[in-house]
C-alpha cells in the first residue's frame, strides 16, 4: 500500500501520525482515504474545487509531481510525501 509522508505542520488532523498507510491508486484517492481516517487532512492539501494549494508540494518517491496531477497513479510501494511551504516574514 502507499505510504502518506506528513509533514509536521499537517499533523494536527493525524493526530500526530507522521506515515499513514493507505489502499489507493492515485495521488488523489490516497488524499481522500487520508481524510476518510482523519477529517480535516484534505482541506490542508486541496482548496474547494479540488486543486491542490499553492503552497502544497507534491513528491512520489521524491520526485515532484505538477500540481495538475493529482490523478497520477500509485504503485504498492510507492511514497507520496507532501511538503507543507512555511512562508516567514
Known sequence: MPLIIVPEAYRGPTQGLAQIEVKAESVRAALKAVES?????????????????????????????????????????????????????
Open 37 to 89: 481516517e482523519h477529517p480535516g487532512f484534505q482541506d490542508l492539501i486541496l482548496d474547494a474545487q479540488g486543486r491542490q494549494h499553492r503552497f502544497v508540494k507534491l513528491f512520489i518517491n521524491e520526485e515532484p509531481i505538477p500540481a495538475d496531477a493529482l490523478d497520477t497513479p500509485l504503485g504498492d510501494s510507492d511514497r507520496l510525501e507532501v511538503l507543507a511551504a512555511i512562508a516567514g516574514g
